[in-house]
Every structure is written in C-alpha cells, then in structure tokens.
T-cell receptor
Framework: AQRVTQPEKLLSVFKGAPVELKCNYS??????LFWYVQYSRQRLQLLLR??SRESIKGFTADLNKGETSFHLKKPFAQEEDSAMYYC???????????FGTGTSLTVIP | NAGVTQTPKFQVLKTGQSMTLQCAQD?????MSWYRQDPGMGLRLIHY???????DQGEVPNGYNVSRSTTEDFPLRLLSAAPSQTSVYFC????????????FGSGTRLTVV
C-alpha cells in the first residue's frame, strides 16, 4: 500500500541554520513525489516535484530510492519559511495523491 | 482566472443536517478532488473525479457524496452531518495528476455541533 511518513510533527530551527524536513514513503513501483507548503491561513501550494529536480525558494529535495526518502532541505532557513510542509505521493494509476501528516516548521529569529 | 473557488469559507451545522460544499475551477482541469485536513492526520482524500461524469472514492468517503456534471464544478455533499466531520475541507484540481501540482482552493472550515 502507498504511504507517506513525515516523522516530525514540529520542527524548530534558528534563522540561518540548515533545515531538513524528513519524508519517507512506501510504494510498489516508481513513485512520483512532491512537497507542498501551507503558510498561515493560506491555501496549499506546490513547492517542489521530484521529476523536475528544481530548487524553489532555496529548497531542494532528492529522491533516494534506496532509502525510500524524499527529504526537503534548505541550507539557510529564513523566517518566512515558517509554515506547514506536506510531502505527497501519486498512487498507482496516478489517480490518488497521498499526503503525509505534515511538519510544522518554525524558524526562530 | 480565479483558480479554484470554494464556498462557503466557514459553516456551522447541527448534527444530522445536510449541506453542500461548492467547488469550482476555471482552468479546464479534468482532475478534481476533495480532501479533509485534520490536526495530526494531514490531508486525507475523500472523493476524486477524473472528468465530467466520473467519480471515485478516496480514503475516507463515508458520509460524503460527490457528483461531476460539468468540468468546472465538483460539489461535496454531507448527507447527515456528524461531529466527526468537523474539519477543514479543501478542493483541488489538476490538468494531470501525473504531471503533479494540484491547485488548491482556500478551504472551508466546517464545524458540526
């Protein structure tokens, strides 16, 4: 069965420090993974997709099939990065998105 | 181009009442879905649709109905509201799930008392 696990519900880092939000998945096949971000009182927005290997707002994420992980990283956290972050996976047949439970990131000034 | 529009933004229902949450998109997206967002549980898929006239169940469909008579609209119906349905509901659409990238609505905060 498809599953996305975000082990940290809450994560706090100081401004300027590196940040890593963990995401592990289980999927029988070639996964397609994404990171979404939800700023306070706003709608969810797509942040990254692994197939495009892009860097958005300084964030990167690498798919590690051996460790079944898709961790989100940023070398220097900014206060405006404080938000809820969700890892998501497309299920078999590409018809269902599975979201993790989310990690609330707080960047301390 | 309004994107994905959800109405109402807030709603309070009494147990047993029914209501419809509206979702409309103007991007000609074929794929639409409904999620509920609960603390500690992330977003869970309720129902989804891959095109007009085609709907299917997600992870937590019980107590909800959907229909897709047009490409633009995908309403979610609560048949008999229960306190367990207190949640924030998000509608999302995409031209293709495999390309990734949903566009989300702003959400409906529903309280059932």
């Amino acid at each position: 069965a498809q599953r996305v696990t975000q082990p940290e519900k809450l994560l706090s880092v100081f401004k300027g420090a590196p940040v890593e939000l963990k995401c592990n998945y289980s999927y029988s096949g070639s996964p397609e993974l994404f990171w979404y971000v939800q700023y306070s009182r706003q709608r969810l927005q797509l942040l990254l997709r692994h197939i495009s290997r892009e860097s958005i707002k300084g964030f990167t994420a690498d798919l590690n099939k051996g460790e079944t992980s898709f961790h989100l990283k940023k070398p220097f956290a900014q206060e405006e990065d404080s938000a809820m972050y969700y890892c998501a996976l497309i299920g078999i047949g590409g018809r269902q998105f599975y979201f993790g439970t989310g990690t609330s990131l707080t960047v301390i000034p | 181009n309004a994107g994905v529009t959800q109405t109402p933004k807030f709603q309070v229902l009494k147990t047993g009442q029914s209501m419809t949450l509206q979702c409309a998109q103007d991007m000609n997206h074929e794929y639409m879905s409904w999620y509920r967002q609960d603390p500690g549980m992330g977003l869970r898929l309720i129902h989804y649709s891959v095109g007009a006239g085609i709907t299917d169940q997600g992870e937590v469909p019980n107590g909800y109905n959907v229909s897709r008579s047009t490409t633009e609209d995908f309403p979610l119906r609560l048949l008999s509201a229960a306190p367990s349905q207190t949640s924030v509901y998000f509608c999302a659409s995409s031209y293709s799930t495999r390309a990734g990238g949903y566009t989300f609505g702003s959400g409906t905060r529903l309280t059932v008392v």
